[in-house]
């Protein structure tokens, strides 16, 4: 079991910057970030691979950067020029499933809390 805890999470202007983090009680093939706003299906925003391979949704990429702290065990969401569109619940996620589907929640089966995410115009 693999327990995970999120911050970092608060309201910025467009163009803004924020930082979110996730602490985890241990690691898991699969580490990564989703979102979801109200009304919305949750997606994923990013997802870094044990051997430290990347991806992103386009939706976010050249803006945002995933990394994580082996040593820690924390993951990073690095997220840069905010849009209002960015606007949603974050939440990291652990879990063993396929590469090919990273970015599908049914990839992961640890969930956090969610930290709140909100960017005004």
């Known amino acids: 079991q693999v327990q995970l805890v999120e911050s970092g999470g608060g309201s910025v202007q467009a163009g803004g910057s924020l930082r979110l983090s996730c602490e985890a009680s241990?690691?898991?093939?699969?580490m990564g970030w989703f979102r979801q706003a109200p009304g919305k299906e949750r997606e994923g925003v990013a997802v870094i691979r044990s051997d430290g391979v990347k991806s992103y949704a386009d939706s976010v990429k050249g803006r945002f950067t995933i990394s994580k702290d082996n040593a820690k065990n924390t993951l990073i969401l690095q997220m840069n020029s905010l849009k209002p569109e960015d606007t949603a619940m974050y939440y990291c996620?652990?879990?063993?499933?396929?590469?090919?589907?990273?970015?599908?929640?049914?990839?992961?089966?640890?969930w956090g809390q969610g930290t709140q995410v909100t960017v005004s115009s």
């Open positions: 996620a652990a879990g063993d499933g396929s590469w090919v589907r990273s970015l599908a929640a049914l990839s992961f089966r640890y």
């Open positions: 241990g690691s898991r093939y699969l």
